[in-house]
């Protein structure tokens, strides 16, 4: 991911992500849900064409309202997988429809998806897959990594030398406080 603080600076649709919001630490329930979204979405595309269907997920999800997401059914399957405006994969779009129920779910069992997430960190990238799949659908390596890199809880959003690192280093990501051992096991 080195060559992203290359070249996203000047692009229309990877500067404003990688400067303001690739790596640095989130909280709120319906932006962990959207990044988990997007991630999923992304699986075997490029990130470009999911920062510029981003805008129309986020309508198609209800701004990533993880209850009203809940409540979609098969007809709301069916409206989305005519949506132009979305990538109009079945399989991502039940993904995210169940994923926003185990959300909930979190609610009850953690207090919160922010929560569970701290609260099983810090862990190699290995088992966070493990975990992953254990309780989310459509979750693999390369999903849960760039998820979990993109809300700072692992390493390597930024090259050092970035100016958005210092950034988000000030705003002391989970990864900081990693101890060595795992870090490197990352």
């Not at 979204?37 to 701004?63: D, H, M, P």
């Not at 979750?139 to 760039?146: D, Q, R, S, T």
């Not at 979990?148 to 900081?176: D, F, R, T």
């Amino acid at each position: 991911m080195s060559s992203y603080c290359v070249s996203a600076p000047s692009h229309p649709f990877h500067g404003p992500y990688h400067d303001t919001e690739y790596g640095f630490p989130i909280e709120d329930e319906a932006a962990l849900f959207e990044r988990l979204t997007l991630e999923v979405f992304q699986a075997g595309l490029s990130w470009l064409i999911i920062l510029k269907k981003r805008e129309g997920l986020k309508i198609a999800f209800e701004n990533f309202n993880a209850d009203r997401v809940a409540g979609f059914d098969g007809n709301d399957v069916e409206r989305l997988i005519k949506d132009a405006s979305i990538i109009r994969n079945r399989r991502k779009i039940e993904a995210t429809i169940e994923n926003a129920h185990r959300i909930i779910d979190l609610r009850d069992s953690h207090g919160g998806f922010a929560n569970w997430i701290d609260q099983n960190h810090p862990r190699p990238k290995d088992e966070w897959v493990k975990l992953f799949r254990k309780n989310f659908k459509f979750m693999g390596g390369e999903i849960v990594g760039e998820f979990l890199m993109s809300i700072g809880y692992l390493p390597g959003a930024h090259q050092q030398n970035c100016p958005v690192y210092e950034k988000i280093a000030a705003c002391n990501p989970a990864w900081l406080t990693m101890s060595g051992e795992i870090k490197k096991a990352v």
